[in-house]
């Protein structure tokens, strides 16, 4: 079991560790080229590793609650970053069974998440940390699928497809980079650090990389001269 355990955390932390390398690439390469697709392709295989692992990690080790919130942030930029992917899948073909399916299986989860959250709430009230960051996030993976499984049915906006992909893909990785951030906050603050700047782990990466993305969102809008409905 240990050796198990050993491979396990290995390849999650390897797969994690390029996934973050790997991902930029997208970012700053030729759009729908070879080298942005291959790299785009990698990542999101490498997601997929992170969040398997992290669900074995999760069950096979003793319960521990930041283990337990950590797969759920790897959940969400699975399902961010497979989404966003499909989206590129879907210009043509539309929603397929699988799509159908993962969004329905992380509504699942989510609830779970959230519903965990609230019930640490009653346990504990407010002041409890992880009452309050299950219920955020279980919340927050909740809205994407939800919206997701609602939206199935209906014809999409012009260009829907492909701002769903880089704002999914970009999300995947705001919460990649987050969870990294904060794993390791212990060994990049000092001892004597005041309590708020760990807090800026959990919050700078969303903040400034929500900024980037609706900058983004902005600039092909103006581009393309669509309407800002088409998010």
């Known amino acids: 079991m240990k050796t198990l355990l050993t491979i396990l955390l290995i390849t999650h932390i390897a ?20 080298l942005h697709n291959r790299a785009g392709r990698i990542y999101v295989y490498c997601m997929i590793t992170v969040a398997i692992t992290a669900l074995l990690l999760c069950v096979l080790q003793p ?45 699942l989860v989510s609830s779970a998440m959230a519903g965990f959250g609230v019930y640490l709430l009653m346990q504990n009230g407010m002041g ?15 809205v994407f699928a939800v ?21 999914r893909m970009g999300g995947s990785y705001i919460a990649t980079f987050t969870a990294a951030l ?10 004597d650090a005041p309590e708020w700047a760990s807090m800026i782990g959990w919050i700078a990466p969303s903040i400034i990389g929500g900024m980037l993305i609706g900058r983004t969102v902005r600039y092909y809008i103006a581009k393309f001269s669509l309407k800002p409905s088409v998010q």
Not at 68 to 92: C, D, E, N, P
Request: glycine letters at 10%.
């Open 15 to 34: 797969t994690g560790f390029t996934a973050l390398l790997v991902g930029l690439i997208p970012m700053f390469s030729h759009k729908g080229g070879k």
């Open 63 to 107: 319960f521990k609650m930041m283990r337990l919130f950590l797969t759920g942030i790897a959940v969400l930029s699975f399902y961010l970053s497979m989404t966003g992917w499909r989206a590129t899948k879907q210009k043509k073909s539309g929603p397929t069974a699988f799509d159908r399916g993962l969004s329905y299986v992380t509504i």
């Open 128 to 142: 409890s940390f992880f009452a309050v960051v299950f219920t955020f996030f279980g919340i927050l993976t909740g």
């Open 147 to 167: 919206k997701d499984a609602r939206e199935f049915d209906k014809p999409s906006p012009k260009l829907h497809w492909f701002f769903q992909h880089f704002t």
């Open 182 to 191: 904060v794993t390791n906050m212990a060994r990049i603050l000092p001892p």
